[in-house]
């Protein structure tokens, strides 16, 4: 089976659905110490097409030049990394910039642990996930790049790739894996240390097309905060690294425009042109409504968290809760007292 099958195969008996399910809309997003970082991408590969869109395994050899950039990407026998590949990226660069964040020492080597890799890019935790899983650090690991785009203002010339290694340091009884070491390459590690990272939507690993990951990660790029971003087809398709025929490609961006399914941005076509559209400048700022914190809350955060001025991590994590889309919380004193819980293990000192 492809990595392309993140959906069951009732999901994709639904494949005019542009979303998919949100697998995990009661995990314990806000009390859970891991599952607490927002998600980041890396600058360069979300302006430059160095995943594979494709939902077989691409054993291509693929180049992109714009203007001055060049961009090499050799497979593995696996074949190339994919869009889908890279959610571990995104997890390994989110995880690592909370820590730089906190203040934290960061380290190029990190312990996952593979159930919530899982959970936090909205993925099954069936067995198949688990397998599905390992190739993708099989792909992301092969995968060799030699490129001039600098990360953290210093250009590497040799091959690399996305991450330097990877092994299970554990598995379950039943074989699965547990936790895992992965070390991440130079490359991205200096990106990293140079912050040259964006925050996503939540709703990225809800898309359920490859193409339409890739147009939000440009999107993202290049209108980001702005009313709007144009962009001819032409270059777009180019950006996109889609290999798809030029009308096909156009009938994709109408589906996106037909839908309004993409996070953040409107998509608008005009003869051959592409307009993005920032959602929240064409909305009203509705007053947020903030979880309502009973006293007991602020005692328990106290008992977990001593030494800290509660009042002061009472609007950190509201800060932190609007970041991560106003989820509906059911126990939001519980959430609260989880969130103190792993500021202070993080950094037990104020």
């Not at 993409?262 to 700022?285: A, W």
């Not at 409504?289 to 809350?297: I, K, N, T």
Request: with cysteine.
């Amino acid at each position: 089976m492809s990595n392309a099958a993140l959906e069951t195969e009732e999901e994709r008996a639904g494949s005019a659905v542009a979303l998919l399910p949100e697998r995990h809309p009661n995990h314990d997003l806000f009390i859970c110490d891991v599952l607490d970082a927002i998600p980041k991408d890396d600058m360069a590969s979300m302006e430059h097409p160095i995943f594979s869109l494709s939902t077989k395994p691409d054993t291509r050899v693929l180049k992109y030049e714009h203007r001055n950039v060049v961009v090499e990407i050799a497979p593995s026998v696996r074949g190339l990394a994919t869009i889908y590949d890279k959610d571990i990226l995104i997890y390994c660069i989110s995880q690592v910039m909370a820590k730089k964040n906190a203040g934290e020492p960061l380290a190029q080597t990190l312990h996952l642990n593979a159930h919530d890799l899982l959970v936090w890019t909205n993925r099954e935790t069936s067995g198949d996930a688990y397998r599905r899983l390992k190739e993708a650090f099989e792909r992301l690991s092969g995968t060799r790049i030699t490129t001039n785009i600098k990360a953290g203002g210093e250009e590497i010339t040799e091959g690399f790739g996305l991450i330097e290694s990877w092994r299970v340091i554990r598995e379950t009884k039943s074989k699965r894996m547990s936790e895992i070491q992965v070390r991440l390459s130079d490359w991205v590690y200096k990106i990293i240390q140079g912050s040259e990272v964006l925050t996503l939507s939540r709703d990225y690993f809800r898309l359920r097309k490859p193409t339409d990951r890739r147009i939000y990660e440009l999107a993202r790029k290049h209108c980001g905060e702005q009313d709007e971003w144009k962009i001819s087809l032409e270059l777009l398709q180019k950006k996109s690294g889609a290999s798809s025929h030029y009308r096909e490609f156009k009938s994709m961006i109408r589906e996106l425009v037909e839908n309004d399914h993409l996070p953040d941005y409107r998509v608008e076509l005009e003869d051959e042109m592409v307009i993005f559209r920032n959602r929240m400048s064409y909305q009203p700022k509705a007053e947020v409504r903030y979880p309502v914190l009973d006293p007991e809350a602020y005692h328990d955060a106290k008992l977990v968290a001593p030494g800290y001025d509660v009042y002061y991590l009472e609007q950190e994590w509201r800060n932190w809760w609007v970041e991560n889309g106003m989820v509906d919380l059911v126990f939001p004193g519980k959430a609260f007292v989880g969130f103190c819980k792993a500021r202070y293990q993080r950094k037990p000192n104020p």
